[in-house]
């Protein structure tokens, strides 16, 4: 019944609704209907965006959930879709970040190889891919019961802390740890190779944009997946080895900042694609 929870959550989830549903309808339309030929990155991010659009989309069950005093109206199987898509939003955003990486790195350093696998059927398998594993990372929320009475201040833990702290560890290393890892070294690769060639102008240029590119996904990590998820980490290895544990309050506020992620995909957009760039240019001068 805190102010942080009632108040300042829910005000800066309405911030990021109001932010994330018109961008990313405007990068839905860019993608799909303005950027052709039909690009793999192009395809990465109508996926990405997608992906932020329905997020932002459930946003308002969350915001009157909080501004309630975190009591919910909506019935159980909403709560249910609400808190998986909360996850499944987060961890399919980072495996879309990382194939990105690992597409922007075939295309800066094997141009010519990499042409055979950089494909738009190739981009559309590895994204659906993407939406079947973040999906099925989240079906065991789907499936459990995710609400409850509260009756005079007494709370009982419905799953056993046991499995709990299994499946979100394991959420945690397989869904961000891992592409993390990925994306690091996709840039470390990009840099090396593109340090070899700085006396042609185009590398340079080259060099300098995909420079933006790891500051900008770097930021993302930082800000909006790497306090999320190092406090769920955290706290369900203290809640697993019995310690004393009163971490989940910021585990919950560092939430906040995971959603964020979705204002800020389409700066990933414009440093990435140069027709996304030129729409938005259009569009601003009309």
Request: with cysteine.
């Amino acid at each position: 019944e805190g102010p942080v929870s009632t108040v300042l959550m829910p005000s800066f989830y309405a911030l990021v609704c109001l932010i994330s549903v018109p961008i990313n309808i405007s990068a839905l339309l860019a993608f799909s209907r303005r950027i052709r030929p039909k690009k793999p990155a192009a395809i990465y991010m109508l996926n990405l965006a997608s992906a932020d659009l329905l997020f932002a989309l459930l946003l308002p069950f969350k915001i009157s959930y909080h501004f309630s005093g975190n009591n919910w109206i909506f019935g159980e199987a909403l709560c249910r879709v609400v808190t998986a898509a909360f996850y499944w939003n987060m961890y399919c955003s980072v495996l879309l970040i990382a194939c990105i990486s690992v597409d922007r790195l075939l295309a800066v350093v094997y141009p010519i190889d990499s042409l055979a696998w950089r494909r738009p059927r190739n981009a559309t398998i590895a994204c659906a891919s993407m939406w079947v594993l973040s999906l099925a990372g989240s079906l065991p929320l789907v499936l459990s019961e995710q609400s409850l009475y509260v009756i005079h201040f007494i709370l009982h833990f419905v799953f056993q802390k046991e499995t709990a702290a299994g499946y979100f560890l394991t959420m945690g290393t397989l869904g961000f740890i891992v592409p993390a890892l990925v994306c690091i070294v996709s840039y470390a690769l990009m840099l090396k190779a593109l340090r070899k060639s700085m006396t042609d102008p185009t590398i340079t240029r080259m060099r300098r944009k995909a420079v933006a590119l790891i500051v900008i996904v770097l930021v993302m990590f930082l800000v909006c997946f790497t306090p999320s998820n190092v406090m769920l980490l955290v706290h369900y290895s203290l809640l697993l080895s019995g310690s004393p544990n009163t971490l989940y309050g910021a585990y919950v506020t560092t939430l906040c900042l995971a959603s964020l992620n979705s204002c800020l995909d389409p700066f990933l957009y414009y440093f990435i694609s140069e027709d996304f760039r030129e729409h938005v240019k259009n569009t601003f001068l009309c």
